[in-house]
Each structure stands twice: as C-alpha cells, then as structure tokens.
C-alpha cells in the first residue's frame, strides 16, 4: 500500500448506530487531519494530530470522536449522528512545520446517515 | 480570519484550448497558497504551491499559478487543456505558523471534444 488510504469507502448507517472510519498512511509523516467535505461547501478541517497528540478540534460535536494510537493511524468514532453529517470525510497526512502545508489526502469515505 | 474564494462554480473548456481558473483570499499578511485537484472518487492530489519568491509557480501535470499580492489573486492555468483534466480545483491558503489549510468551495472543470 501507499499514501494515504481509507476504509470503508462507502458507509451507511442509522442515526442510532456507532461506527468507525479508519486512516492509514504509509508516508512516514507524523501530522495527521480529519476533513469533511459536503456539496457546495469548503473543506472544513475536524481534526489535527501531531505525532499522536490532538492539537486542533475545530469546534466539532462530541458524536465525532477521533483517535490516533500512531503516527500511521487515525480514525474517527462516529456515534448518534444526524443527516446533515452525511458527507465525504477526508484524511490527510503531512510532515510538521512549514511542510505541514503540503498534505497528502486519501480517497475520503462516503458516509450516510439515514 | 482568512478566507478564499473561487468565483466560478462550473468552467466547461475545449480540450486544447487554455484555461485559467481563479482565485482570491483575504488575509492580512503574505500567505501561502495552493492549489489542488480532485479526480471523482479520489481524495485532494497537491498541484503547486507559493511560499515565497518568484510569483510564477510552476507545478505538476502542466500547470502554473501566479500570486498577484495587489489583486490578492493566485489564478491556475493551463496552456492547453487535456481531456484528463476534467475534475474539481480547489484553490487554498495557509495561515502562517498554524497548522491549517482554509479552502475554497471549488471549481469543477469539464473539457468538451
């Protein structure tokens, strides 16, 4: 595997249920973020981690739990979620300082919220 | 608080004509900014970026942005389109020393035989 890679890529669920996205990156970076991206809106960032330690949470509601047991890994918890949660979430990973900027993304799961 | 804007929703081009698409942020001092690409299906690839110096930045797959800090503008173009073009551009800025990448809402670029 390289990059940065997703699973699932396509997830529907009920507002009652919990599920997990997961994150895995294969770049060797230590700053990994969670995005959702929704139509006709920006990319809003959720989540930063620094080598494991979560360094922004953007205002996200507490149905979106993320976790970072690794510099590899990163997933976010999801739980009683609303429709308006239904979107495309993105990972991301990048180095630290300045090459912060330049984050490689992966594919994104496509979550539902019936 | 900076913000980007991307003025065009749709741009629809012939292959191998030129394109350029838009850009313009508000932020108070220089910033850094990018521009990337998203293939239906497939996450945000990085096109180019502009740290600093020459204001004509050039990067992958053939194209090119230039910063214009008195229009507060960094447009893409391209000299000739090619039908693999057709995908979602967004334009980005970086907030210097915070960790945070601010985007616009997008363009999405079709390309007509």
């Known amino acids: 595997e390289t990059g940065v890679t997703q699973t699932p890529r396509h997830l529907v669920m009920g507002m009652t249920n919990k599920k997990s996205l997961k994150c895995e990156q294969h770049?060797?970076?230590?700053?990994m973020y969670w995005y959702k991206q929704s139509a006709k809106k920006p990319l809003e960032l959720m989540f930063v981690?620094?080598?494991?330690?979560?360094?922004e949470n953007n205002s996200v509601p507490s149905r979106f739990s993320p976790e970072c047991p690794n510099s590899s890994h990163l997933f976010l918890h999801l739980h009683t979620l609303q429709p308006e949660d239904s979107a495309l979430y993105l990972c991301?990973?990048?180095?630290?300082?300045?090459?912060?900027?330049?984050?490689?993304f992966g594919p994104g799961t496509r979550l539902t919220v019936t | 608080a900076q913000s980007v804007t991307q003025p065009d929703i749709h741009i629809t081009v012939s292959e191998g004509a030129s394109l350029e698409l838009r850009c313009n942020y508000s932020?108070?001092?220089?910033?850094?900014l990018f521009w990337y690409v998203q293939s239906p299906g497939q996450g945000l690839q990085l096109l180019l970026k502009?740290?600093?110096?020459?204001?004509l930045v050039q990067g992958i797959k053939g194209f090119e942005a230039e910063f214009k800090r008195s229009q507060s503008s960094f447009n893409l173009r391209k000299p000739s389109v090619h039908w693999s073009d057709a995908a979602e551009y967004f334009c980005a800025v970086g907030e210097v020393g915070f960790q945070k990448l601010v985007f616009g809402t997008g363009t999405r670029l079709l390309v007509s035989p």
């Open positions: 981690y620094n080598f494991k330690e979560q360094t």
């Open positions: 502009y740290f600093s110096g020459d204001t």
């Open positions: 932020y108070g001092a220089t910033p850094y």
């Open positions: 770049l060797g970076h230590n700053a």
């Open positions: 991301a990973s990048s180095q630290p300082g300045q090459s912060s900027y330049e984050q490689y």
